[in-house]
């Protein structure tokens, strides 16, 4: 496919990047029918290893087996898979080359208190896999927050000298935070910003609500008059907070809700500037045509078709 200006905007903020990283980034973003738009709509389903199988798979059986969301991703025409690394392996030599895939290098589970990540993939299992990028997940305000920083500062230099791209799932969350304060808007811009500082191509976090949870972030939100005060304004300033939207900042589809819930916040994405969305369980929880016709709509709205 040709380089589009969009994707070429894009590539060109990645300045310190090899020619094998902006290849992958470059797959990432000319793969299925947003290809070429510089947006993304990527398929992860880490929610099994995250909160066990039943509360993840039971609701629509057939997605117990990986083959149906690589399958799933495909048909719907996304740009990208991401799973652990049991998943990918699962159905590696069945979908190879028909979709680019994220191994997701860390994981937790709902058997623990600690808001902590076991390492469970490395950057060989995703070359060996046949990667276009790894991802990792870090808890800003966790007690466990610095080493996982060092974490991910050492696998991404090793994935960028590999030549792969680096995805951050940045989720604050920790025992300053309430649930509340985990999706305030000074606190998700500061996950992007965070994510970003640490090697980030592209990043991962909640869509903001209009909490302010930081009080002397509250007070300079306040005396500059930073616009909160709808969606697309909290997600452009989550955009602006990675470094004026020099990276790309996705959003996560989060719990199961209505489809026009899903539909306006995917809207309330796009309209703010955000560069797409990471959607699991809202799509893989519905019976399959369900799925799919939700997510063509998801698409047709970061392609403007809608």
């Given amino acids: 496919m040709t380089l589009t200006p969009q994707v070429k905007a894009i590539l060109d903020h990645y300045e310190s990047d090899t020619p094998g990283t902006k290849a992958n980034l470059y797959r990432l973003m ?11 709509v990527i398929l992860p389903v880490d929610q099994g290893f995250e909160h066990g199988p039943g509360r993840s798979f039971a609701p629509n059986p057939p997605a117990y087996d990986p083959h149906y969301h690589y399958s799933l991703a495909i048909e719907a025409g996304l740009n990208a898979f991401a ?29 623990t208190t600690q808001k902590n990540q076991a390492v469970t993939g490395t950057v060989a299992d995703a070359l060996r896999l046949g ?10 305000a966790s007690d466990y927050q610095f080493h996982q920083m060092e974490q991910l500062r050492e696998m991404a230099r090793e994935a960028k000298n590999a030549g792969l791209a680096v995805v951050v799932w940045s989720y604050p ?25 640490l090697g980030a191509h592209i990043i991962k976090v909640k869509p903001p609500t209009e909490d302010l949870c930081l009080p002397a972030a509250k007070k300079v939100y306040i005396d500059e008059k930073v616009d ?35 539909l306006d916040t995917i809207r309330g994405i796009h ?3 955000g560069f797409g969305s990471i959607i699991g369980r809202n799509t893989f929880q519905r019976p399959r045509a369900e799925a799919l ?4 709509d998801i698409t047709d709205i970061f392609a403007q078709k809608v």
Wanted: with cysteine.
């Fill in 30 to 40: 000319n793969t299925g029918k947003l290809a070429g738009t510089g947006k993304l």
């Fill in 83 to 111: 799973a652990p690394l049991g998943m990918l392996e699962a159905g590696a030599s069945t979908f190879a080359g028909q979709i680019p895939t994220i191994l997701k290098c860390n994981s937790s589970d709902s058997l």
């Fill in 131 to 140: 990667c276009s990028a790894i991802g990792f997940t870090i808890y800003p």
């Fill in 173 to 197: 969350r920790g025992p300053m935070l309430d649930k509340a304060g985990e999706t305030a808007i000074d606190i998700c811009a500061y996950a992007a910003h965070i994510a970003a500082e």
């Fill in 228 to 262: 909160i005060s709808t969606l697309p304004a909290r997600i452009r300033h989550v955009v602006q907070s990675a470094f004026a939207g020099r990276r790309i900042v996705i959003f996560s589809g989060g719990e199961h809700t209505t489809t026009e819930h899903l």
């Fill in 271 to 273: 309209q703010g500037g």
């Fill in 293 to 296: 016709k939700l997510l063509g």
